[in-house]
């Protein structure tokens, strides 16, 4: 099993690579309310720096988006396909706009997704040097002495990285290749996720002729576009707010060391709009957008919004309630969230991290008043995040609701070394007990 996603996992890198160097590559951005698709092309030159991390794949070139489009979501709940027809004919007229726009056709597409209980995993391992130089073959082999835990059946694993060597005593090295000791440790993170969601991702792409060059953890690309440099290094958590989930992910020294999520999203703050003001789903998210808050203030009371319908029944189609009103029925449910990430982020211990920045981001996170509300239930430095800005993406690409497209793009251009990417003997995966991430970075760094 682990083998096999090991194998799976290593051809979609050489794909990637063949697909950048051929020049372009769909992005795909599969949410429970909309699908994204960026289509990036690469300068052509195809060539590997090999100065900026360890592994074969790493530091690519660089891309400018060509083509963008999005389309409303079908079939998709909590991050997971749950109808393939209708998400296959979704990721079609997605990536047909796209395509359209760029005047090119794309062959392969680098996926992510929210949702599938993702679970993090802290593994470390030492080895003694045979030759005292540290070589790639040295890492495969202190990465293949990691024991694995029991992870359960129906799983899979997602992202395996190494995200911190040791060279005798001296920790914290990015890249000890080169460098002469006596013993190599590594610390390693390792996210899995329900197998399910993988292959019903995996087959839907298939469905649409497409080749699958990659797939990653949304909460994971969205840090990578939404926080800023310093945030990734001294440590940061960022929460990307979508419609039927709302992602967590925690870096450390450039890493993401820790990764969660919570089956509540901005689509449940429309559902109870609809059912509190008894308005169909179309017109709650449009009171949401237009007038919703979290935050009531006296001029609240007496600012009203027409409720809207089309019943045919003049009294009901026009109603109005006051703006507090809707602020009453929106904000417990955003509290019921925030609590929720608050508990994952406390098991996760982020609060023994050296910096306890915490970015909002995602569709969700555009709710007014939601930064205040958040740096109240989650801590003190609380921002709003956009992801990082990337040549030729469109006006219409650049919020919040975009961060994991955008990161994605980043993550398919710079990938970060990961297991599959070193020569690494795969004859034995001991079982071992699972140790809480952030925890055990904080004990070992």
Known sequence: MMTDLYQSQRAMRQMRQQAIQRGVV?????GSSKISCLILRFDGSGR????????????????????AATTRSRGVQFGEITAMQETERAIRTALQAAQKMADIRVDHVIACFSGANPRSYGLDAKVELETQVVTESEIGRVLNACEV????????VLHAQPVNFALDNRSGLIDPRGQLGQSLAVDMHMLTVDAT?????????????????????SAYVSGVSALVEDEQELGAACIDMGGGTTSISIFLKKHMIFADCVRMGGD?????????????TA??????????????TGADDREMIDVGGDTGDWEHDRRTVSRAELIGIMRPRVEEILEEVRARLDAAGFEHLPSQQIVLTGG???????????????????????????HGLPQSATGPGFSSAVGLSLFAAHPQDEWWDF???????????????????????
């Open 26 to 30: 769909a992005i795909l951005d599969v």
């Open 48 to 67: 590997l720096s090999e100065d900026s991390a360890i592994g074969s794949m790493a530091g690519q070139t660089g891309f400018r988006v060509i083509g």
């Open 149 to 156: 835990p029991e992870y359960g059946a129906g799983r899979e």
């Open 197 to 217: 969601a993988i292959r019903n991702l995996a087959h839907c792409i298939k469905r649409c002729d497409l080749e699958l060059a990659g797939v990653a953890n």
């Open 268 to 280: 449940h703050v429309t559902g109870d709009i609809s059912m509190g003001l008894g308005v169909p």
């Open 283 to 296: 017109n709650a998210e449009r009171i949401k957008t237009f007038s919703g808050g979290v935050h009531a």
């Open 364 to 390: 969700g996170s555009q709710i007014m008043g939601l930064d205040g509300l958040a740096s109240r239930i989650l801590g003190q430095r609380v921002r709003l995040g956009r992801p990082l800005r990337v």
């Open 423 to 445: 020569e690494v003997p795969v004859d034995r995966y001991p079982a071992r007990s699972l140790r809480r991430a952030v925890k055990w970075f904080r004990d070992n760094w």
